[in-house]
């Protein structure tokens, strides 16, 4: 039996820094050095305000991932997502900061949305395979998944829709990013090739 999704605040925790704040004056400073995750650290996103971020881990098929979410201001640990039951490959803020997307792989093979005002959980893509890369387009209204199936997926993040499936590598997908106008797609793969593409049909 799976645990259950865990969304309440944890007890803050104050991070190892090997430099005060006021003490940093230079580029390549350090700021705070973030520990607390008990698994690989797999990908880490910024909310568009700069003011949270969102750290993913987990190792292995059967490892039980975690995103951990800290304050930039003070490198202060404030909550953790769990109850995920693989690594957390993935992700990514919405561009208006409401949501935060998770991809996560092994037997879990879900793409989840949460609302990050209280942190909890929107929606679950089910279907989504082993997700390895998520991405929102610019508008914020569609979502790119990268997965082991060697696909792209589009979903509409409003009524977990999926928009389409884009085949044409031949290994699972690791990155995906909407160019500025959110009209293509870049997708890169374990195959050593990226693919554009054209979102509005997917040619």
């Known amino acids: 039996m799976r645990k259950k999704l865990s969304t309440s605040p944890r007890t803050e925790t104050k991070p190892e820094t090997e430099t005060k704040p006021e003490e940093i004056k230079e580029k390549g400073d350090l700021l705070w050095h973030l520990k607390g995750h ?15 971020l969102a750290s993913a881990s987990g190792h292995g098929d059967n490892a039980e991932g ?26 990514a803020f919405s561009p208006d ?3 935060l997307a ?16 209280d942190w909890s959980l929107l929606r679950t893509f089910t279907d989504a ?9 610019p508008d914020g209204n569609t979502l790119a998944s990268g997965n082991d199936d060697d696909e792209v997926d589009l979903w509409r993040g409003s009524n977990e829709a999926r928009l ?40």
């Open 102 to 117: 998770t991809g996560c792989d092994g037997d879990d093979r879900t793409l989840r949305l949460w609302r990050v005002s």
């Open 66 to 91: 975690s995103v951990r979410l800290w304050q930039v201001s003070d490198g202060a640990h404030f909550n953790t997502l769990d109850g995920f039951g693989g690594s957390v490959y993935a992700v």
């Open 129 to 137: 395979g082993e997700v390895e890369a998520v991405a929102f387009s």
């Open 38 to 52: 008990k698994e690989v650290v797999l990908a880490v996103a910024f909310s568009p305000d700069g003011k949270t």
């Open 164 to 203: 389409q499936t884009l085949a044409g590598h031949t290994v699972e997908v690791f990155s995906v990013a909407f160019s500025p106008d959110g009209k293509t797609l870049a997708s890169g793969s374990w195959d050593k090739s990226v693919t554009l593409w054209q979102v509005s049909d997917g040619a």
């Open 97 to 99: 900061g409401t949501t």
